[in-house]
């Protein structure tokens, strides 16, 4: 079965730097969220999107943007990188709702190191 | 969403049940019981969930307690590949005013299985 694709998988920036990580979700699933999850963390939600809309927003830095475009696909921006933000960036998917509580299907992952 | 208190770390016998307990207290009565786990640095994977009856798929079994403030997620034969970080969370049905929200990762409980 398909699963949520993202790319790159591996990324190196220095600090200040900008850079942009893209995730494919499953085919028909129109949701999109955003995690963090630092050295040694446990995932940190970042934002959501539904139907290219912005829908829940966690902890995601205002030097981060994201949006969700037409056929789906969602990117996250990030710009004048810091040390701290080397971490993986996990993109998760969820299908349409018709009624009740949907699962996450999740990448995996974008390992980002900033130097 | 309501808090979850997990133990950090459990052992288990290759091929017996894992039983992973998991403290919800304030959970509300709109609110579900999720489990996920995260095999070292890989996306998060969903399992199973459940509301008030016990719930059974082909991955595992979950129990909630009569008065709901207590789960267990179980694991019939567990394999070395079970060795993971297991996350209880306890959410709103993921969409709420037409939005999608995010899953907030507690602690969880670090699972290993034993050869």
């Known amino acids: 079965a398909a699963g949520v694709i993202q790319s790159p998988r591996h990324l190196i920036k220095e600090k200040r730097e900008t850079a942009t990580l893209k995730c494919y979700p499953i085919?028909?699933?129109?949701?999109v969220y955003w995690y963090q999850q630092g050295p040694g963390q446990d995932p940190q939600f970042l934002i959501s999107f539904y139907e290219k809309m912005q829908s829940d927003k966690g902890s995601i830095p205002d030097r981060f943007s994201a949006q969700q475009f037409s056929d789906y696909h969602s990117e996250l921006n990030m710009s004048s990188l810091e040390l701290g933000d080397s971490a993986l960036y996990f993109c998760?998917?969820?299908?349409?709702?018709?009624?009740?509580?949907?699962?996450?299907?999740f990448g995996p992952g974008t390992r980002l190191t900033v130097t | 969403d309501a808090k979850t208190t997990q133990p950090p770390s459990m052992d288990c016998a290759e091929g017996r049940a894992a039983n992973l307990p998991c403290n919800h207290s304030?959970?509300?009565?709109?609110?579900?019981v999720y489990w996920y786990r995260q095999i070292h640095s890989q996306g998060p994977q969903y399992i199973i969930h459940g509301l008030k009856n016990n719930e059974t798929n082909e991955m595992a079994s979950l129990i909630i307690t009569e008065d709901r403030k207590s789960s267990t997620l179980i694991l019939p034969h567990a394999t070395l590949r079970d060795t993971a970080v297991y996350y209880c969370i306890v959410t709103e049905t993921m969409y709420s005013g037409g939005g999608a929200d995010g899953l907030t990762f507690g602690k969880g409980t670090h699972l290993i299985i034993q050869p």
């Open positions: 304030t959970i509300s009565g709109n609110e579900y």
């Open positions: 085919p028909r699933h129109d949701t």
């Open positions: 998760a998917s969820s299908p349409p709702p018709v009624m009740g509580p949907y699962e996450q299907y």
